[in-house]
């Protein structure tokens, strides 16, 4: 059998903040969706991200309790070059949303930052950094 990821779930407790954040890092997302207990959204290459509010999960599982003291899962998402992981985390910043760590060039060969979504889920931005 072929395991095949069906979509990234993420649990908010504000459906328009966390929408919000995610529209500000290039995710297209329908406008009229802000009020909506789910949302599905498609990135490039058909991977699929998806909205739940707290009080939904709460419908099928009424003893959910968020995570607390750190995230659990990163999301991470390659922006193509390092000027655009500095563009958009300066453009994130800009818009009020929190940086977690600023953009360096890690060991590993590419430009990293760390920000964090309105429900403190860790997004990564990286690039590959160019070659000697």
């Known amino acids: 059998m072929t395991l095949k990821l069906g979509f990234i779930g993420i649990v908010t407790n504000d459906m328009a ?3 919000a954040f ?3 890092l290039g995710v297209s997302i329908e406008t009229d969706q802000d009020d909506a207990p789910h949302v599905d959204a498609e990135l490039d290459e058909g991977v699929k991200i998806a909205w739940d509010t707290v009080e939904t999960i709460r419908g099928f599982d009424p003893a959910f309790a968020p995570a607390t003291g750190g995230h659990r899962i990163a999301l991470a998402f390659d922006k193509g ?3 655009a992981v500095d563009a ?12 977690h760590v600023e953009p360096w060039d890690a060991h590993w060969g590419q430009r990293y930052a760390t ?3 309105p429900d403190g889920n ?3 931005l990286y690039a590959e950094l160019a070659a000697n």
């Open 88 to 99: 958009a985390f300066a453009t994130l910043i800009n818009a009020g949303y929190t940086g």
């Open 22 to 24: 995610y529209r500000a």
């Open 115 to 117: 920000l964090l979504d």
């Open 17 to 19: 903040a966390s929408l």
């Open 122 to 124: 860790s997004v990564d």
């Open 81 to 83: 070059t390092p000027a």
